[in-house]
């Protein structure tokens, strides 16, 4: 696994999809990821533990947890925002399931392929490029907390 080409699967996926679609088929996919970004679980509703990404104009907050050896993220978007939300559950489906080593390896490639730089404002494109590093900043925590010898 290259740490600079690593895409998973399932984001490698939604890239292809994206990268394929016209400009206005592109906002389409993004605003149906948007109704797929499920709700955060009640202990999270108030986003007490998660991490707010200042660098999106809107509130996102995120939150890793491990599940055994995987990681489930949970990212709460206001429906308001419906560009960033639709890329958060994007970057949740495509990441969710990825253990801390692998989700630290994801490379930002995929936001090229999917061609939202077409569509995006680059303060949008800052956004959303911040909230993948916010991940990643959520997995490595995670990996620093699993005892010697089991990384």
């Known amino acids: 696994m290259n740490d600079h080409t690593f ?12 990268g394929a679609a016209s400009r206005e088929e592109k906002l389409e996919l993004l605003l149906e990821f948007s109704d797929q970004l499920p709700p955060l679980p009640p202990e999270l ?9 200042h660098e999106c104009m809107s509130p996102v907050f995120v939150i890793a947890q491990r599940d055994g050896e995987q990681i489930v993220y949970h ?3 206001p429906p308001e925002a419906p560009t960033i939300r639709g890329f958060a559950a994007i970057l949740r489906e495509g990441m969710n399931g990825l253990t801390p080593a692998q989700a630290l390896a994801v490379s930002s490639d995929f936001i090229q392929q999917m061609g939202l730089h077409q569509v995006l404002s680059p303060q949008r494109l800052n956004g959303i490029g911040a909230l993948l590093v916010y ?17």
């Open 7 to 18: 895409i998973p699967p399932r984001l490698a996926e939604i890239a292809a999809d994206f």
């Open 75 to 77: 990212i709460d978007v």
């Open 45 to 53: 509703r108030d986003h007490r533990g998660m991490e707010q990404v």
């Open 135 to 151: 991940m990643k900043r959520q997995a490595l925590r995670l990996l620093e907390q699993e005892p010697a010898g089991t990384a």
